[in-house]
């Protein structure tokens, strides 16, 4: 309430501050026209979970909400700067369907989103920034202010390392100047090692609580709502048994590669994050041998198992270097653990366990 007599005005907007968009459209947007419903609002959204179509069934906590005026805006407009893989290019996209979710509108209305590829040796230029002004239909010193908002996102793009600078909406007030009304920042985490000032403002109470632990120990792990957990050392092998496993009728629970380096510490906490996945029915193990030899990697599985103590199936498909000697170790250790020769069958049986 404090923070509205600050402001002054007779109306404002109390926004729940969660790493996550879609928060209008799940109740953590609210508009008030008092200072006594600011204080009501703010005081609902605390302590409660906030969950949108990006936070998954679980939601994100509400721990600090954004106080602001509110402005009479005229149009709302969506801005993005973000990196294209395939181009391998920067690239800003825009739309005068601001405020609305960007994937919907790609569907329905592809014709509504504008882009402006930057090639690396020239950087941003200005042309760029005034064919998508033209693009939105902008006009006057609508124009100019564009070129400066997108010639800094651009360069704090570049600063800082991101991987995503998105404004939804950025806003055309009643004065007739943009306004950027709410914005998201991602960075790339391999580079947060140079952005000490970035890495600091890191919230793990934003982030799924085995997400955070995994990377503690140099797991990279992500939480999916399936009921077969993955365990594989690479990231394209993740993916490709990922695929399978659904090419072959199951769901994944998770995404977790355990790297080339693997050891036996690592395998231990990956089956821990794994079965504290109460939806887990089996764990499907894929493991390709280059670094670290099969047999190394089977005792270290046995040790695992042993450690963590494992009720349910385990599915284990070794490959590489004395994958033989590995898949030999497995099947003499009496264990509840079933070995495949290669990825398919690996993955049937593994959905097979799951269903069974």
Known sequence: MKVAHSLGGTA????????AGGRGKAGGVKIVNSIEDVGSASASMFGKRLTTKQTGPGGLPIDIVLIEQVNAITREIYLSVLVDRVAERILFMASASGGMDIEEVAISSPEEIFMAVVDPAAGLQAYQSRKLAFSLELEGKQIGQLDRIMDGLYRLFLDKDASQIEINPLAVNSGGDLLALDAKISFDDNALYSHFDISQMRDPSQEDDKEAVARQFGLNYITLDGSIGCMVNGAGLAMATMDLVQLKGGQPANFLDVGGGTDKQKVAEA??????????????????????????IAKGILSAIKEVGVHIPVIVRLEGTNAREGLSILEKAGLDIVTAEDLEEAAVKAVAAAAG
Do not use: E, P, Y
């Open 271 to 296: 089956f821990k994050l794994i079965l504290s996945d109460v939806n887990v029915k089996t764990v499907l193990i894929n493991i390709f041998g280059g670094i670290v030899r099969c047999d190394v």
């Open 12 to 19: 404002w907007i109390v926004k729940a501050q969660v790493h």
